[in-house]
């Protein structure tokens, strides 16, 4: 395949920091368990283990690191989830976001992207010369993780 997942109109494809790779649809089905209904929150997929293993009943006997947080709640009874900083790193690009905005760091390139991917989810229009406050804060913050990140 030349494409791994095409997702117009949203930007690139899966496997990519872009809408287009992170925003996908997802769903889950337990009956019984999980009641019929349509959430609309960003989650993540390093979610899925720690979510499957608290539905499981079972818990490491020490910390692994994972990235990901028990979202069974919000697949359950459609707790809305705290806001936290979601990270992204591909061959290509790196991203993070943090509720609406979202900053791009292409590899190979010192352009800084950054999008308000609710008001703009196809990432059309890159406002990081007019915010230039935000992007220094999400670099700050895409850098802390990805420090973290290689010392695993």
């Known amino acids: 395949h030349t494409v791994m997942g095409d997702n117009l109109p949203l930007r690139s494809s899966k ?9 996908v649809p997802a769903f889950a089905n337990w009956p019984g368990l999980i009641s019929p209904r349509a959430l609309s929150y960003p989650l993540h997929i390093v979610d899925w283990m720690p979510t499957f293993c608290a539905l499981a009943g079972y818990a490491p006997p020490r910390d692994l690191g994972w990235d990901g947080r028990d979202v069974g709640p919000v697949l359950i009874a459609g707790v809305v989830p705290e806001p936290r900083t979601f990270y992204w790193k591909t061959p290509g690009a790196s991203a993070v976001r943090e509720g609406d905005w979202k900053l791009v760091a292409p590899n190979n390139s010192d352009k800084l992207e950054l999008y308000n991917v609710v008001e703009d989810p196809y990432e059309e229009r890159d406002l990081a010369a007019e915010q230039p406050e935000r992007v220094d804060a ?3 913050r895409m850098s802390d993780i990805a420090a973290k990140d290689r010392k695993r």
């Open 138 to 140: 999400l670099r700050k």
């Open 15 to 23: 496997g990519d920091v872009y809408e287009g790779g992170v925003r």
